[in-house]
T-cell receptor
């Protein structure tokens, strides 16, 4: 079945540590996105990529970094510069901007 | 950036029809209106998408007036499992920045 796979489902980070969240899709979608969701709130865009080797900052890119070396993969690194990283992170993809397909999310907790 | 406005929450009873309205005064000509459903700790799930008039699928209907400044998601005969957050947003042919609003928390009561 085609879809988006996010891993891990749960992730714990120590203060000052960088962590990378994985996102893989086999839908042959050109565009991929990372969103952050805090409790009781909507989704906020972190980064998005329309094609391989190209990505754009979203509304809350500070403290995050991404890469898009392959069409299928769009990993997100949460760096130590992100002061409040505890949140639910969602990856999505779309064919030319219509109709997002979302992954099941990664819940990141700082310990 | 295009913005949407939805009620924060709605309550309904099992078996009733639920209508959730979204306002979008600055929708662009090439924007489609899309609705998503999200359960706790899961990714949003596509429900329905439309451009104008009425669209219907197996789970919902979407009503869009001629001026396209609002849209209404209609869920027929809701059940307890329809309790979720519902988001409306725009989708265009370009992967530009899109902003999700805070959504509408629908609670279906027995």
């Amino acid at each position: 079945d085609g879809g988006i796979t996010q891993s891990p489902k749960y992730l714990f980070r120590k203060e000052g540590q960088n962590v990378t969240l994985s996102c893989e899709q086999n839908l042959n979608h050109d565009a991929m996105y990372w969103y952050r969701q805090d409790p009781g709130q909507g989704l906020r865009l972190i980064y998005y990529s329309q094609i391989v080797n190209d990505f754009q900052k979203g509304d809350i890119a500070e403290g995050y970094s991404v890469s898009r070396e392959k069409k299928e993969s769009f990993p997100l690194t949460v760096t130590s510069a992100q002061k409040n990283p505890t949140a639910f992170y969602l990856c999505a993809s779309s064919p030319h901007g219509y109709g997002y397909t979302f992954g099941s999310g990664t819940r990141l907790t700082v310990v | 950036l295009a913005k949407t406005t939805q009620p924060i929450s709605m309550d309904s009873y099992e078996g009733q029809e639920v209508n959730i309205t979204c306002s979008h005064n600055n929708i662009a000509t090439n924007d489609y209106i899309t609705w998503y459903q999200q359960f706790p700790s899961q990714g949003p799930r596509f429900i329905i998408q439309g451009y104008k008039t009425k669209v219907t699928n197996e789970v919902a209907s979407l009503f869009i007036p001629a001026d396209r400044k609002s849209s209404t998601l209609s869920l027929p005969r809701v059940s307890l499992s329809d309790t979720a957050v519902y988001y409306c947003l725009f989708a265009s042919g370009s992967a530009r920045q899109l902003t999700f609003g805070s959504g509408t928390q629908l609670t279906v009561l027995p």
